[in-house]
């Protein structure tokens, strides 16, 4: 793979954020209502309440995309990561996820929080692989198909 870089947010990538989002959920799931409401005011509901998003850019593409979610300070949901499905297989998703570790040791929060489903057998593997540890999930979970929560300290 030629140079692949980690960006910020910005509005201009808004569109490809909600595309590669609807595009997994499509493929594996179904696009919630909660889904459409992230992902048509990202900017809103995401960056205006402390949380964070980033793209994979490979030369002048974005290919993949992962979000922080503030859930109470120190504490994020890592959410809404995606690649593009010809660009699957090449470890983006990897990238993505050390990024958001690293960016999440660099702000000294206390944990990361997933919500995801069992269906998802590769994802939930590399979310071991990195750590993460099956917790409870809440009975008012925001996602109809999360049947697996995981969360991984940051700071000891």
Not at 111 to 119: R, V
Request: charged letters at 30%.
């Amino acid at each position: 793979m030629q140079e692949l870089k980690i960006i910020p947010f910005k509005p201009e990538y808004a569109k490809d954020f909600k595309d590669i989002n609807i595009e997994w959920l499509q493929k594996y799931f179904f696009v919630e209502q909660h889904d459409m409401e992230v992902l048509d005011h990202a900017e809103t509901y995401i960056i205006g309440n402390g949380g964070h998003i980033f793209f994979a850019k490979h030369n002048d593409a974005i290919i993949g995309t992962v979000a922080l979610i503030k859930i109470e300070e120190g504490i994020f949901e890592l959410s809404k990561m995606g690649v593009v499905t010809e660009q699957r297989g090449l470890k983006v998703g990897q990238k993505l996820m050390q990024y958001a570790l690293d960016f999440a040791r660099e702000k000294k929060w206390k944990k990361l929080i997933i919500y995801s489903s069992t269906k998802l057998e590769n994802a939930i593997h590399i979310y071991r692989k990195f750590g993460f540890k099956e917790i409870p999930v809440e009975d008012n979970c925001s996602y109809l198909r999360c049947d697996i929560k995981m969360e991984l300290p940051i700071t000891p």
